[in-house]
């Protein structure tokens, strides 16, 4: 995330005073990283767009909050981020505890991983198949750097579960790559 | 690449991989956005003249209030007065002093004994005839006035010492009255 500047300052500074010009100039240069932010949470595009809308109408919003101390794109990501926890939250309450269940735990007690060339799609792509419980702990977590703390008041789940649903999101990550890898080397 | 990666580094990875992640989103999107921005611009300022209006007309209603208050208040001292001051005392007078001023004496016992009675029972008589005991309220303190005696002075604060300086006398009122004779 970089730092900010006196420019960035200075449209946020008009953005609080509700100048559009302003609004559209920041929303040219930070939809990009919102939208892939929302689809990575949302695995659908629809989705995404209805979570990117929503997440935009809050920085406009709130953006009188913001102070010009912290990171702007660091803002942008968390409350994209909420958005899609909140979206997600509404569509998944009642399927939450299933995911938990549909996926056991892989015999291969690994502490390690052996396979990492993949490329940024390639891990997307094994990230996105991870049941959504696990796959939203998985992104937060690892992704976003939130705190298992964080994790669990954001999903309104136990704090120990955050912990175990990472652990069981790592394993099953792994048994996905290692899938995609020996297909590969096959091919 | 073949070895071995714990979690943390393993973590540190993706991390990485998805640190300048950016899809650009589609156009319809923006307008879509800007088009709700607009609306809930709108809706605001809706909501504030709205705001604005209901709160000059609880301002205008809260004066209007105000003023019908103030005329109730000036209007509410007059009838209490008759009920405190001047109902015990004329008794008092009347039976300490009868020689020096029987007329007054008698118009006062005529005009305000009922209402004193009255009085304990329900203030609402005294409302209906408020009138009454207005006019009734200056004579009678003028009566009270000309009098030398001391109990005149009826405040309740005031009646323990007044009381003490009648040695001879103890006074409890309004129930029991020593009359001299």
């Keep these: 995330m970089r730092a900010m500047e006196a420019a960035d300052i200075h449209i946020i500074e008009r953005c609080k005073k509700g100048d559009s010009n302003a609004q559209r100039q920041v929303y040219a240069r930070y939809s990009s990283m919102m939208f892939a932010v929302a689809i990575r949470y949302t695995n659908a595009r629809v989705d995404a767009e209805d979570v990117m809308q929503e997440a935009w109408i809050k920085v406009f919003r709130h953006i009188k909050s913001f102070s010009e101390h912290n990171s702007f794109e660091g803002w942008l990501r968390r409350i994209v981020v909420n958005t899609a926890i909140t979206h997600y939250r509404r569509n998944q309450k009642h399927q939450f505890q299933l995911d938990i269940e549909e996926v056991h735990a892989t015999p291969n007690d690994f502490e390690a991983f052996k396979e990492i060339d993949f490329t940024k799609d390639e891990l997307a792509k094994a990230i996105a198949q991870l049941p959504k419980g696990y796959g939203m702990v998985f992104k937060l977590y690892v992704i976003d750097g939130f705190k298992h703390k964080e994790i669990a008041e954001q999903l309104g789940i136990d704090l120990n579960t955050s912990k175990s649903q990472l652990s069981r999101a790592r394993r099953y990550l792994q048994d996905v790559l290692h899938a995609m890898s020996q297909r590969a080397k096959k091919e | ?181």
């Design chain 2, 1 to 181: 690449m073949q070895k071995k990666m714990k979690n943390e580094e393993f973590d540190h990875y993706i991390q990485s991989q998805f640190a300048d992640e950016a899809i650009t989103p589609p156009q319809q999107i923006e307008g879509a956005i800007f088009a709700a921005m607009a609306k809930n611009s709108r809706r605001k300022k809706l909501g504030v003249i709205g705001t604005g209006i209901l709160v000059l007309g609880a301002l205008a209603y809260g004066v209007n209030g105000t003023m019908n208050t103030t005329r109730v208040v000036t209007e509410t001292p007059p009838v209490a007065v008759p009920v405190a001051a001047p109902v015990a005392m004329p008794v008092t007078l009347e039976v300490l002093d009868q020689e020096e001023q029987p007329i007054q004496k008698q118009e006062v016992h005529d005009d305000v004994l009922p209402a004193a009675a009255a009085a304990a029972a329900s203030a609402s008589i005294v409302l209906e005839d408020s009138d009454a005991v207005e006019n009734a309220r200056p004579d009678n303190l003028e009566a009270v006035a000309s009098r030398s005696v001391q109990p005149v002075v009826s405040n309740s604060q005031e009646l323990p010492a007044i009381l003490h300086e009648t040695d001879s006398e103890v006074w409890v009122m309004p129930a029991t009255v020593r009359v001299k004779e």
